[in-house]
């Protein structure tokens, strides 16, 4: 079993949609998670870590459910710019290597 | 600032040969992370540096990957006897501390083992 799952999509949605992903996780002791968007060809660059209690950060909300070992992403009013792939990912034994979903595609359309 | 800087950028070499990729971490930061990218695929950890020295190396496939960082900053990633499979986007990311919550990725070197 992969130690982080995601669907890899795509999804297709007309800007301003509200799109949510998730991801699940094997490791149970893992302990911190985030976000990463990696647009094509670009390296992966952090979106937002995910807390316990969940977090927002404008149009973006990270949500974190330790019993179901799963981390969600929602997007409110999608714009065009939001067009990339979203990976899930926690840092793995040791606190210092991310372990990477293969990640999920988001194409938004006029 | 200056960001991670990775040469070549592009690098296309034949099955056998040897290739080094190079890895310029942001200034001061003490650690400094290889990952590998295939297509379709999220980034693989590689080989983590805590200064000069080699923290955990778990993630290198083989004896034909090997990493230094011989004065704690630049690092250049070292493949050997190169086959196809190897063909991927090599990754560096550098953070300030011990802990690797905040890696900064460089811009990756495109690997093409024909």
Same mark, same amino acid.
């Given at each position: 079993r992969k130690e982080v799952e995601q669907d890899?999509?795509?999804?297709n949605v007309p800007e301003g949609a509200t799109v949510a992903f998730n991801c699940t996780y094997s490791n149970s002791a893992s302990q911190s998670f985030f976000w990463y968007r990696q647009d094509c060809r670009k390296e992966p660059k952090l979106l937002m870590s995910v807390y316990s209690s969940g977090n927002e950060d404008g149009r973006f909300t990270a949500q974190l459910n330790r019993a179901s070992q799963y981390i969600s992403l929602l997007i409110r +009013?999608?714009?065009?710019? %939001?067009s990339a792939t979203y990976l899930c990912v926690f840092l793995g034994g040791g606190y210092n290597k991310l372990i990477f979903g293969a990640g999920t595609r988001l194409a938004v359309h006029p | 600032g200056a960001g991670v800087s990775q040469t070549p950028s592009n690098k296309v070499t034949e099955k056998g040969k040897y290739v080094e990729l190079r890895c310029d971490p942001i200034?001061?930061?003490t650690a400094l992370y290889w990952y590998r990218q295939s297509l379709g695929q999220g980034p693989e950890f590689l080989i983590y540096f805590q200064g000069t020295g080699a923290? +955990? %190396?778990?993630?290198?496939?083989? %004896?034909r990957f090997f990493a230094v960082r011989p004065e704690g900053s630049v690092s250049t990633l070292k493949i050997q006897r190169t086959e196809r499979g190897d063909s991927a986007v090599y990754l560096c990311a550098s953070s300030p501390g011990t802990r690797g919550e905040t890696q900064y990725f460089g811009p990756g070197t495109r690997l093409l083992v024909l």
């Amino acid at each position: 079993r992969k130690e982080v799952e995601q669907d890899p999509g795509p999804f297709n949605v007309p800007e301003g949609a509200t799109v949510a992903f998730n991801c699940t996780y094997s490791n149970s002791a893992s302990q911190s998670f985030f976000w990463y968007r990696q647009d094509c060809r670009k390296e992966p660059k952090l979106l937002m870590s995910v807390y316990s209690s969940g977090n927002e950060d404008g149009r973006f909300t990270a949500q974190l459910n330790r019993a179901s070992q799963y981390i969600s992403l929602l997007i409110r +009013d999608s714009k065009l710019s %939001d067009s990339a792939t979203y990976l899930c990912v926690f840092l793995g034994g040791g606190y210092n290597k991310l372990i990477f979903g293969a990640g999920t595609r988001l194409a938004v359309h006029p | 600032g200056a960001g991670v800087s990775q040469t070549p950028s592009n690098k296309v070499t034949e099955k056998g040969k040897y290739v080094e990729l190079r890895c310029d971490p942001i200034s001061g930061h003490t650690a400094l992370y290889w990952y590998r990218q295939s297509l379709g695929q999220g980034p693989e950890f590689l080989i983590y540096f805590q200064g000069t020295g080699a923290a +955990d %190396d778990s993630g290198l496939p083989n %004896d034909r990957f090997f990493a230094v960082r011989p004065e704690g900053s630049v690092s250049t990633l070292k493949i050997q006897r190169t086959e196809r499979g190897d063909s991927a986007v090599y990754l560096c990311a550098s953070s300030p501390g011990t802990r690797g919550e905040t890696q900064y990725f460089g811009p990756g070197t495109r690997l093409l083992v024909l």
